[in-house]
């Protein structure tokens, strides 16, 4: 599902999964930022992640929009989780001396949603009890 930003933005339970991309523009960026926190608020989401995988480098401009999103959210109460942080990306936040206070990271989106203690459906059925 992509939201109005064209951005993608998809919610699983009271999680929301979405996720940036390089050319990301001042207008997009704002109207993200608008959905992500209008969808925060109104639907009572407990966790967010942002997938940054598609990043290929980080300009400071992106990386702004990154610590925003994440500061925006946690001050709605949400959870604020980025994954799949490419080394690049990683060494130029550093270099900007940009730190994303308060935000997990993951590896990739689905030790994310471990992180947020969502399992796939076929490992809670396997978790279940039996009937006997």
Do not use: C, K, Y
Not at 47 to 53: A, K
Not at 66 to 80: C, E, K, W
Not at 112 to 117: F, I, N, P, S, T
Request: net charge negative; glycine share 10%.
């Amino acid at each position: 599902m992509t939201g109005s930003t064209g951005l993608p933005l998809l919610r699983l339970g009271d999680i929301l999964l979405g996720g940036l991309l390089s050319d990301l523009d001042d207008a997009t960026a704002l109207r993200f930022t608008d959905e992500l926190t209008t969808r925060i608020s109104e639907e009572r989401i407990r966790g967010v992640i942002i997938d940054i995988s598609r990043l290929e480098v980080i300009d400071s401009f992106v990386a702004r929009v990154l610590m925003q999103l994440a500061h925006t959210g946690r001050l709605l109460g949400a959870r604020m989780i980025v994954a799949g942080m490419r080394p690049a990306v990683a060494i130029t936040l550093s270099e900007l001396g940009l730190q994303l206070t308060g935000v997990q990271t993951a590896l990739n989106p689905e030790q994310a949603m471990e992180l947020l203690g969502w399992r796939r459906p076929t490992e809670a059925a396997e978790e279940a009890p039996h009937a006997s």
